[in-house]
């Protein structure tokens, strides 16, 4: 298909693990990226990867890549009720267009 | 600390009216963007712009226009304001680095049409 997809909704207890999955289209996209949208505010870039790598690790944030299958994650280690967010995958395509999912609403409890 | 600026963050049109939006930025980059954001659609691209003068058709370009004639400024403009059009508009600019090829982006402007 043409769109970037995401599942709407998780919801994951205080201190688990959260897997933040995205199914993108372009094969040839160079960087695939993860934010964060907090309520009432503007998006956050949390981190991105690039094409040639498999796995990016960043504190508490791990982000697979699977090009064969098109499929990013994006895991959150020890999730906080301060996570709770919707996150979005992005990917780039031709001529510089930077592409979104419909955003996955992460809710954590405490 | 780059900055991307709307002018706008609550506004109220009327059926008709001409809306600009205005997006500033003040880190000289190339390649800006207009989206919105809808519940359950995420971010849809409307116009990009990859330099002065310069712009492209996003995926839901119909009944807006862009206007770039400044690098630092890209306005998104709805000739004749509609209710279909209520929603949350996000600047984003992109600067190009050898550590990655960056995104950022104003806080939005929330747009309702009465």
């Known amino acids: 298909g043409e769109d970037v997809e995401q599942s709407l909704f998780l919801s994951v207890r205080e201190g688990d693990s959260s897997v933040i999955n995205c199914t993108y289209t372009?094969?040839?996209?160079?960087?695939l990226y993860w934010y964060k949208q907090e309520p009432g505010a503007g998006l956050q870039l949390l981190t991105y990867i690039f094409s040639n790598m498999d796995m990016k690790q960043d504190q508490r944030l791990t982000v697979l890549l699977n090009k064969k299958d098109k499929h990013l994650s994006l895991r959150i280690a020890d999730t906080q009720t301060g996570d709770s967010a919707i996150y979005f995958c992005?990917?780039?395509?031709?001529?510089?267009?930077?592409?979104f999912g419909q955003g996955t609403e992460l809710s954590v409890k405490p | 600390d780059v900055k991307v600026t709307q002018s706008s963050r609550y506004l109220v049109k009327r059926t008709g009216e001409k809306v600009f939006l205005e997006c500033v930025q003040d880190m000289d980059h190339e390649n800006m963007f207009w989206y919105r954001q809808d519940p359950g659609l995420g971010l849809r691209l409307i116009y990009f712009s990859y330099d002065v003068k310069m712009k492209e058709k996003g995926d839901i370009p119909e009944g807006y226009s862009v206007s770039r004639e400044k690098k630092e400024r890209f306005s998104l403009i709805l000739e004749s304001a509609s209710t279909n059009q209520t929603s949350m508009y996000l600047c984003a600019t992109r600067a190009f680095s050898s550590s990655g090829n960056t995104i950022y982006f104003g806080e939005g402007s929330w747009l309702t049409v009465v």
């Open positions: 372009d094969s040839s996209s160079t960087y």
């Open positions: 992005a990917e780039t395509r031709g001529g510089g267009k930077l592409i």
